[in-house]
T-cell receptor, first 117, second 111 residues
Framework: KAGVTQTPRYLIKTRGQQVTLSCSPI?????VSWYQQTPGQGLQFLFE???????NKGNFPGRFSGRQFSNSRSEMNVSTLELGDSALYLC????????????????FGPGTRLTVL | GEDVEQSLFLSVREGDSSVINCTYT??????LYWYKQEPGAGLQLLTY?????DMKQDQRLTVLLNKKDKHLSLRIADTQTGDSAIYFC???????????FGDGTTLTVKP
């Protein structure tokens, strides 16, 4: 099975612009989660989508949004970019088709490195 | 809320064993995970342990879980230079698609 893929891998934007990141989960995985990784804050949970619905959201401003399509692919959007949004954005997918931690296991993509100038 | 803590740095000699420690707070966690991150890469799942287990061994990796103390450790036997990376401990809320990570332990393996 192919792993989680994220596009683009690298992105450079300027303050005030907006950006859209894409994530394709492992085939058969219905849950997609997004995380922001920075040297100062570590790995922080952004939000999670399951069957096109946002079920969980982390403590981020409304400039961060996302969506999930019927094929489980997900996009994340950041509007009005700030310098502090520079980070590695990681997407993870999990099955969640049954209860129990085995299906909870999250598999991560390589990430999108966003630099805001 | 959930919280996961790890020591930040560990340095060992090639061939020695490495032990990375982690404590967590969420008693509802059913599975606990170890991930490895190499420079410029995403997170690679190394292993996980079910909360009703005490130990899990997978080749050079041994995970020990003390559920009473909420303490998790990862032992890497015969550590190699290729094991140099950041190791993250994580707990996952059941059926929620959300993991809480520690700050990561940077493992440096000296030849």
């Amino acid at each position: 099975k192919a792993g989680v893929t994220q596009t683009p891998r690298y992105l450079i934007k300027t303050r005030g612009q907006q950006v859209t990141l894409s994530c394709s989960p492992i085939s058969g995985h219905r849950s997609v989660s997004w995380y922001q990784q920075t040297p100062g804050q570590g790995l922080q949970f952004l939000f999670e989508y399951f069957s096109e619905t946002q079920r969980n959201k982390g403590n981020f401003p409304g400039r961060f949004s996302g969506r999930q399509f019927s094929n489980s692919r997900s996009e994340m959007n950041v509007s009005t970019l700030e310098l502090g949004d520079s980070a590695l954005y990681l997407c993870a997918s999990s099955q969640l088709t049954t209860s129990g931690g085995g299906a909870d296991t999250q598999y991560f993509g390589p990430g999108t490195r966003l630099t805001v100038l | 809320g959930e919280d996961v803590e790890q020591s930040l740095f560990l340095s060992v000699r090639e061939g020695d064993s490495s032990v990375i420690n982690c404590t967590y707070t969420d008693s509802s966690s059913t599975y606990l995970y170890w991930y490895k991150q190499e420079p410029g890469a995403g997170l690679q799942l190394l292993t996980y342990i079910f909360s009703n287990m005490d130990m899990k061994q997978d080749q050079r990796l041994t995970v020990l879980l003390n559920k009473k103390d909420k303490h998790l450790s990862l032992r890497i036997a015969d550590t190699q230079t290729g094991d140099s990376a950041i190791y993250f401990c994580a707990e996952t809320s059941p059926n929620a698609g959300k993991s809480t990570f520690g700050d990561g332990t940077t493992l440096t393996v000296k030849p």
